[in-house]
């Protein structure tokens, strides 16, 4: 069956510091990858969107990296702020039979200032 | 733009009886709604997906008898949770997509529903 893993541990990091998600996902062959944040009670807010064809993609203090053979996503985020603390959500989309969107559990960071 | 609304944000209700979720989307026309549940520290699991004037397709698992979606405007959905029981308490999340806007989903802020 499709499987999205990302760390089910929560991570801490200190104010500054660069925080580093990682997704893998397994039997699943996606169009492309997307990294959402959630907090707590709210839905899931897009951040940013990577193709099948693309390596890496960024945005402001944010970069996705996106390895096919290995199946994986790292999502990092640059100079970390304690606002910056939330779930952050992968999600795989296929591009052929319709827009269905897969998500993993998603990964807690906490940033300390 | 490409805010979609929900109402109502939370919801307690009795066992046996049934509740109705609304979603919006507000500056745009949503081609496709999709209707997600979430409990605590799990991923979001899609229930069903529907498209404007048509029946919804519900994911395995999801008892279409129990959850009815009406998709009846480009803009509106509702979902009804009908003889809600506690094991229903969940975090209920649309979400809209438009062809027009590359077919990107945008959520909706969620609706929290109890059952006593």
């Known amino acids: 069956s499709q499987k999205i893993e990302q760390n089910s541990e929560a991570l801490n990091i200190q104010e500054g510091k660069t925080a580093t998600l990682t997704c893998n996902y397994t039997?699943?062959?996606?169009?492309?990858l997307q990294w959402y944040r959630q907090d707590p009670g709210r839905g899931p807010v897009f951040l940013l969107l990577?193709?099948?064809?693309?390596k890496e993609k960024r945005k402001e203090r944010l970069k996705v990296t996106f390895d096919t053979t290995l199946k994986q996503s790292l999502f990092h985020i640059t100079a970390s702020q304690p606002a910056d603390s939330a779930t952050y959500l992968c999600?795989?989309?296929?591009?052929?039979?319709?827009?269905?969107?897969?998500f993993g559990a998603g990964t807690r960071l906490f940033v300390k200032a | 733009g490409a805010v979609v609304s929900q109402h109502p944000s939370w919801v307690i209700c009795k066992s046996g009886t049934s509740v109705k979720i609304e979603c919006r989307s507000l500056?745009?026309?949503?081609?496709?709604m999709f209707w997600y549940r979430q409990f605590p520290k799990q991923s979001l699991m899609l229930m069903a997906t529907s498209n404007e004037g048509s029946k919804a397709t519900y994911e395995q698992g999801v008892e279409k008898d129990k959850f009815l979606i009406n998709h009846a405007s480009l803009t509106l959905s509702t979902l009804t949770v009908t003889s809600a029981h506690p094991e229903d308490s969940s975090f209920y999340i649309c979400s809209a997509s438009a062809t027009d806007r590359d077919n990107e989903q945008f959520f909706g802020p969620g609706t929290r529903l109890t059952v006593l």
């Open positions: 999600a795989l989309k296929r591009g052929t039979g319709g827009f269905k969107t897969i």
């Open positions: 500056d745009f026309q949503a081609t496709t």
């Open positions: 039997n699943y062959s996606p169009a492309y």
């Open positions: 990577i193709r099948e064809n693309e």
